[in-house]
């Protein structure tokens, strides 16, 4: 699977963007789709994830801001940033996840997108 994220930007804070990744190859297996993001120095954190028919999950911090929309026809996954804000600066990696089956025991296969930044300043 490949992932090739686009969007992404310079906003002042309240601004909007839409971070948009479309994915190819054998997206047939591909469970999970979503974003993350990393701050230099820091962990990589989940943003918005949405499963292949289940409810999309959410960072606390974007609740009520961002939106995450998957079109499985497309193999695409988007990210709608609402009221960004300065700590909302990042670098924002597509992800997806495949299940893997190796005897008894099954585990994801993890696909990232190349980062796109997000740079959220007055």
């Known amino acids: 699977v490949q992932l090739q994220a686009s969007g992404g930007g310079s906003v002042q804070p309240g601004g909007s963007l839409r971070l948009s990744c479309v994915a190819s190859?054998?997206?047939?297996?591909?469970?999970?789709m979503g974003w993350y993001r990393q701050v230099r120095g820091k962990q990589r954190e989940l943003v918005a994830q949405?499963?292949?028919?289940?409810?999309?999950v959410y960072l606390d911090a974007v609740k009520g801001r961002f939106t995450i929309s998957r079109d499985n026809a497309r193999n695409t996954v988007s990210l709608q940033m609402n009221n960004l804000q300065p700590d909302d600066t990042a670098v924002y990696y597509c992800?997806?996840?495949?299940?893997?089956?190796?005897?008894?025991?099954?585990?994801?296969?993890?696909?990232w997108g190349q980062g796109t930044l997000v740079t959220v300043s007055s």
């Open positions: 949405i499963p292949n028919g289940r409810n999309a």
């Open positions: 992800h997806a996840s495949a299940p893997v089956v190796a005897g008894d025991v099954q585990y994801d296969w993890d696909y």
């Open positions: 190859g054998l997206t047939a297996d591909i469970d999970r």
